[in-house]
């Protein structure tokens, strides 16, 4: 049974520009939720899909956006990038609202 | 108020002590509590979950107290490879349920 995998590891973007990550949950998982965790903080909830719908939303700007496609693999879209969107951004998957399993994150930097 | 709050830390204690974290929740309508392990630069692996009944593994006992809204964690007999991030976790009710997270607790343990 594979785990959740992201991509890519490591990233360097721009401010102003716009980035694409990518989870591709756990087998047998169908819902996927997105953290991003500053450094010195606990990771903070971005939104979650389910069945391809996003079903709950933190406290984000619309600049953040997903998609969950029909193998339930994800992605999660940052536009207008700022220099406090740099954080690891964790995806995680579960089967409804049971056991999260995280991936190891991408650590995105804004400059 | 935050809706999980821990104590940061950091907790510098010797190999073999014992060693409590605290964790207050501010949603009385919170189904479902955890307590993840974070090494740095890594992803959260759960450690526990936590049930009123308190629940026991090994070295690590979780404890909840539903009606003051208190969680907690004792390590006994600490070992150097417990020296991580210890992440109190509170999850929602329903299909749009979330993972709220505290700050985390940070545990060095010294020889």
């Known amino acids: 049974e594979t785990g959740v995998t992201q991509s890519p590891t490591h990233l360097i973007k721009t401010r102003g520009q716009q980035v694409t990550l990518r989870c591709s949950s756990q087998?047998?998982?169908?819902?996927v939720s997105w953290y991003q965790q500053a450094l010195g903080q606990g990771p903070q909830f971005i939104f979650q899909y389910y069945r391809e719908e996003e079903n709950g939303r933190g406290n984000f700007p619309p600049r953040f956006s997903g998609l969950q496609f029909p193998n339930y693999s994800s992605e999660l879209n940052v536009n207008a990038l700022e220099l406090d969107d740099s954080a690891l951004y964790l995806c995680?998957?579960?089967f409804g609202t049971g056991y999260y399993t995280f991936g190891s994150g991408t650590r995105l930097t804004v400059v | 108020r935050k809706e999980v709050e821990q104590d940061p830390g950091p907790f510098n204690v010797p190999e073999g002590a014992t060693v409590a974290f605290n964790c207050t929740y501010s949603n009385s309508a919170s189904q479902s509590f955890f307590w993840y392990r974070q090494d740095c630069r890594k992803e959260p692996k759960l450690l526990m979950s936590v049930y009123s009944s308190g629940n026991e593994d090994g070295r690590f006992t979780a404890q909840l107290n539903r009606a003051s809204q208190y969680i907690s964690l004792l390590i006994r007999d600490s070992k150097l490879s417990d020296s991580a991030t210890y992440l109190c976790v509170v999850n929602g009710a329903g299909t749009a349920s979330k993972l709220t997270f505290g700050t985390g607790t940070r545990l060095q343990v010294t020889l």
């Open positions: 087998s047998g998982h169908n819902t």
């Open positions: 995680a998957s579960s």
